[in-house]
Antibody, heavy 118, light 107 residues
Framework: DVQLVESGGGLVQPGGSLKLSCAAS????????MHWVRQASGKGLEWVGR??????????AYSASVSGRFTISRDDSKNTAYLEMNNLKTDDTAVYYC?????????WGQGNLVTVSA | DIQMTQSPSSLSASVGDRVTITCRAS??????LNWYQQYPGKAPKLLIY???NLESGVPSRFRGSASGTQFTLTISSLQPEDFATYYC?????????FGQGTKLEIK
């Protein structure tokens, strides 16, 4: 069975940092582009960014709202993707999802709540 | 960035109804449009990818189509489990923007 298990969320103060992990199983992780999507409470889905596979040079892309503050990386030996978040703002408070891209965002993690508050 | 304008934002319908949700792209995205279904507190689920391809396991009452930069999700005969929120997303160029969502409610 395909699984994406996220971890690392929690409460952080404005200006702080947090790193989310997304552990994958049940599919060929190394060949997959991995995306991050977030959703503030009661709001719609917001695409955060993505990292492509090794054959695509691990190319990354980000939304304007997180560019320069967030970094997506991956460790194919551990079948894990990461979202490192720096200089966090209260507007970054949301549930963060990782997802595997194949056609569309085919498989999703369960979501991980990040709360940015003093 | 490509803007995705989804309508309506909410929709009331009855079991057995045929419903249509529309998404318009601000520029050409070829056929790179996906549809998702989301229940409260749950992760989204991919329904249709690249305009009209049904994801494995998704019932055939869901259909996607396009005319130019306007994309449509049609549910031919609503079932009780279809009452959820639906999102479109373009995957033509980053950032892969989503529509604002359509909440489908029971009339």
């Amino acid at each position: 069975d395909v699984q994406l298990v996220e971890s690392g969320g929690g409460l952080v103060q404005p200006g702080g940092s947090l790193k989310l992990s997304c552990a994958a199983s049940g599919f060929t992780f190394s060949g997959s582009a991995m995306h991050w999507v977030r959703q503030a409470s009661g709001k719609g889905l917001e695409w955060v960014g993505r990292i492509r596979s090794k054959v695509m040079n691990y190319a990354t892309a980000y939304s304007a709202s997180v560019s320069g503050r967030f970094t997506i990386s991956r460790d194919d030996s551990k079948n894990t993707a990461y979202l490192e978040m720096n200089n966090l703002k209260t507007d970054d408070t949301a549930v963060y999802y990782c997802a595997r891209h194949s056609g569309g965002l085919q498989y999703w993690g369960q979501g991980n709540l990040v709360t940015v508050s003093a | 960035d490509i803007q995705m304008t989804q309508s309506p934002s909410s929709l009331s319908a009855s079991v057995g109804d045929r419903v249509t949700i529309t998404c318009r792209a601000s520029e050409s995205i070829s056929s790179n449009l996906n549809w998702y279904q989301q229940y409260p507190g749950k992760a989204p689920k991919l329904l249709i990818y690249t305009t009209s391809n049904l994801e494995s396991g998704v019932p055939s009452r869901f259909r996607g189509s396009a005319s130019g930069t306007q994309f449509t999700l049609t549910i031919s005969s609503l079932q009780p489990e279809d009452f959820a929120t639906y999102y479109c997303q373009q995957s033509d160029s980053t950032p892969y923007t989503f529509g604002q969502g359509t909440k489908l409610e029971i009339k």
